[in-house]
C-alpha cells in the first residue's frame, strides 16, 4: 500500500489549494477527488466568485479576507493567468441594515478604502441602478471578481508540478485509522497516510461520521442566471460586483464580463438535498429563474432581459454560517475544512495555507478559533 505524508479527501477549492502549499513544503501528498476538478458537480462552477473584505458576516473575517487577496495575487503571478478583476462591490440595503452596519464597521478598524453612499448618489453614479430612498450602500473599491475555475485549474497546475499526485474520478469509499496512520479506501484502491484532510463540500458529513465526529452541515440546491442586459450600463468596466440585502432575502451577483450577462444569484432559500441525487435541472423549480428576475425587475430593469444560462450548484451549510475548519479533537493528524455556507469561496487560498499550516506545523498562522467544531458543543 502506498504511504503519503498527507492525503487530501476532495480536491476542490479548500483541497487543491492545500495541496498545492502542501506540495510547495515538499510535503508528498495525495489529492483524490471523485471528479475531475474543475469541475460542475460542487460549488466552485460558475466561472466567478465575489471577493470583500469590510465583510458583513462578522469582523473577524477581514484579517483571512486579506490574506486571501495577497495569496490570490501571488497565484495570479506564479501561474501568469488573470485570476481578479478589481470591478469593486457595492452592498445595499435599508438604513437599518444590519450586514452595512458591520462592513461599516470592518472599514472602520482595519482602515480599509469604503465609499459610503445615499441612495441618490447610487442612482447618479450607476443608472442601471434603481435603488429607493430608504435605501443607501457602500462601495469596496479595492474588492472585485475572482475567477473560480481558472483558480482551481491554477493550483491544481502548480500543485502536480511541485510534486503532488492527483487521483481524479476516484470516489473515497471509506475512512479508517490505524494507529497513527489513516487508511483511505477508494473504488480503485486503498492507500496510507500519516495525516489527513477532508474537504470534500457536500460529501463531507459522512466521511466525518466515518472518523466519529458530528458535523451539522446540510447540503442546499443553489442557482444562478445570467441575463440581457444593457452593456453601456453593465460591463465590467463601469459596473462593480454587488449584494443587496432586502431584510427578507439576499442577492448577489455581478457585472457583465465580456459580454456574457449579469450573473446573479440569491443566497439565501434553496432546497436541502443528498448531493448524489441532486436535481441539477435549472428550471425545476420556478423560484430558480423567478427570484432572480423579479429582483432585477425591481432595482436593475434594464439588466432583466432573456435568460442566457442558468446552473445549479450546491451550498454545504452550517447552522451559525460560519465554517468549520479545524483538528479531529482525538487524532489530531486529521484536519477538516468544512460548511463554507455559500461564502467560502474568496478564502479558498487562505483556507488552503492555513489546513496546509496545520498538517505540518499543527497550528495556523491565522486565528481559527471562531471555526472551531466545538462551538456546536
Same mark, same amino acid.
Given at each position: 500500500?502506498?504511504?503519503?505524508?498527507?492525503?487530501?479527501?476532495?480536491?476542490?477549492?479548500?483541497?487543491?489549494?492545500?495541496?498545492?502549499?502542501?506540495?510547495?513544503?515538499?510535503?508528498?501528498?495525495?489529492?483524490?477527488?471523485?471528479?475531475?476538478?474543475?469541475? #460542475?458537480?460542487?460549488?466552485?462552477?460558475?466561472?466567478?466568485?465575489?471577493?470583500?473584505?469590510?465583510?458583513?458576516?462578522?469582523?473577524?473575517?477581514?484579517?483571512?479576507?486579506?490574506?486571501?487577496?495577497? =495569496?490570490?495575487?501571488?497565484?495570479?503571478?506564479?501561474?501568469?493567468?488573470?485570476?481578479?478583476?478589481?470591478?469593486?462591490?457595492?452592498?445595499?440595503?435599508?438604513?437599518?441594515?444590519?450586514?452595512?452596519?458591520?462592513?461599516?464597521?470592518?472599514?472602520?478598524?482595519?482602515?480599509?478604502?469604503?465609499?459610503?453612499?445615499?441612495?441618490?448618489?447610487?442612482?447618479?453614479?450607476?443608472?442601471?441602478?434603481?435603488?429607493?430612498?430608504?435605501?443607501?450602500?457602500?462601495?469596496?473599491?479595492?474588492?472585485?471578481?475572482?475567477?473560480?475555475?481558472?483558480?482551481?485549474?491554477?493550483?491544481?497546475?502548480?500543485?502536480?508540478?511541485?510534486?503532488?499526485?492527483?487521483?481524479?474520478? #476516484?470516489?473515497?469509499?471509506?475512512?479508517?485509522?490505524?494507529?497513527?496512520?489513516?487508511?483511505?479506501?477508494?473504488?480503485?484502491?486503498?492507500?496510507?497516510?500519516?495525516? =489527513?484532510?477532508?474537504?470534500?463540500?457536500?460529501?463531507? !458529513?459522512?466521511?466525518?461520521?466515518?472518523?466519529?465526529?458530528?458535523?451539522?452541515?446540510?447540503?442546499?440546491?443553489?442557482?444562478?442566471?445570467?441575463?440581457?442586459?444593457?452593456?453601456?450600463?453593465?460591463?465590467?468596466?463601469?459596473?462593480? !460586483?454587488?449584494?443587496?440585502?432586502?431584510?427578507?432575502?439576499?442577492?448577489?451577483?455581478?457585472?457583465?464580463?465580456?459580454?456574457?450577462?449579469?450573473?446573479?444569484?440569491?443566497?439565501?432559500?434553496?432546497?436541502?438535498?443528498?448531493?448524489?441525487?441532486?436535481?441539477? #435541472?435549472?428550471?425545476?423549480?420556478?423560484?430558480?429563474?423567478?427570484?432572480?428576475? !423579479?429582483?432585477?425587475?425591481?432595482?436593475?430593469?434594464?439588466?432583466?432581459?432573456?435568460?442566457?444560462?442558468?446552473?445549479?450548484?450546491?451550498?454545504?451549510?452550517?447552522?451559525?454560517?460560519?465554517?468549520?475548519?479545524?483538528?479531529?479533537?482525538?487524532?489530531? @493528524?486529521?484536519?477538516?475544512?468544512?460548511?463554507?455556507?455559500? @461564502? /467560502?469561496?474568496?478564502?479558498?487560498?487562505?483556507?488552503?495555507?492555513?489546513?496546509?499550516?496545520?498538517?505540518?506545523? /499543527?497550528?495556523?498562522?491565522?486565528?481559527?478559533?471562531?471555526?472551531?467544531?466545538?462551538?456546536?458543543?
Amino acid at each position: 500500500m502506498q504511504t503519503y505524508e498527507v492525503i487530501i479527501v476532495g480536491a476542490g477549492s479548500m483541497g487543491m489549494a492545500a495541496g498545492y502549499y502542501l506540495a510547495k513544503r515538499g510535503a508528498s501528498a495525495l489529492l483524490i477527488d471523485a471528479f475531475d476538478p474543475p469541475h #460542475t458537480m460542487g460549488s466552485h462552477h460558475g466561472d466567478t466568485r465575489i471577493i470583500r473584505h469590510a465583510y458583513g458576516e462578522g469582523k473577524q473575517y477581514v484579517t483571512f479576507a486579506l490574506r486571501a487577496q495577497e =495569496l490570490w495575487a501571488e497565484l495570479e503571478q506564479a501561474a501568469n493567468v488573470k485570476l481578479f478583476s478589481q470591478t469593486g462591490v457595492l452592498s445595499a440595503g435599508a438604513h437599518d441594515c444590519a450586514f452595512l452596519q458591520e462592513v461599516r464597521e470592518s472599514a472602520e478598524r482595519y482602515s480599509l478604502p469604503l465609499e459610503v453612499l445615499t441612495a441618490q448618489e447610487v442612482r447618479e453614479r450607476w443608472q442601471g441602478i434603481e435603488l429607493p430612498d430608504h435605501f443607501y450602500a457602500c462601495l469596496e473599491p479595492a474588492s472585485g471578481v475572482l475567477y473560480s475555475e481558472h483558480a482551481i485549474r491554477a493550483y491544481r497546475e502548480l500543485a502536480t508540478a511541485s510534486g503532488a499526485s492527483l487521483l481524479t474520478n #476516484t470516489k473515497v469509499t471509506s475512512l479508517q485509522t490505524d494507529g497513527a496512520d489513516v487508511i483511505v479506501h477508494t473504488d480503485s484502491g486503498s492507500y496510507r497516510g500519516k495525516k =489527513l484532510l477532508v474537504s470534500a463540500g457536500a460529501w463531507n !458529513a459522512p466521511l466525518l461520521q466515518e472518523l466519529g465526529l458530528s458535523v451539522p452541515l446540510v447540503p442546499t440546491r443553489k442557482t444562478v442566471a445570467w441575463f440581457g442586459a444593457d452593456e453601456s450600463l453593465y460591463s465590467a468596466d463601469r459596473f462593480p !460586483a454587488f449584494v443587496f440585502h432586502l431584510g427578507d432575502s439576499m442577492f448577489y451577483g455581478f457585472p457583465s464580463i465580456d459580454g456574457a450577462g449579469v450573473k446573479i444569484g440569491r443566497h439565501d432559500g434553496g432546497q436541502a438535498i443528498d448531493p448524489d441525487t441532486l436535481e441539477r #435541472t435549472f428550471g425545476c423549480y420556478l423560484s430558480d429563474e423567478g427570484d432572480v428576475r !423579479a429582483f432585477l425587475e425591481t432595482y436593475m430593469p434594464q439588466a432583466a432581459g432573456a435568460l442566457r444560462q442558468g446552473r445549479v450548484c450546491i451550498y454545504t451549510m452550517t447552522p451559525d454560517e460560519h465554517f468549520v475548519i479545524d483538528r479531529h479533537p482525538d487524532n489530531p @493528524h486529521i484536519v477538516f475544512a468544512a460548511g463554507f455556507s455559500g @461564502h /467560502g469561496f474568496k478564502f479558498a487560498s487562505a483556507v488552503g495555507e492555513a489546513a496546509s499550516q496545520l498538517l505540518i506545523d /499543527g497550528e495556523s498562522k491565522l486565528d481559527l478559533s471562531m471555526f472551531s467544531l466545538s462551538r456546536f458543543s
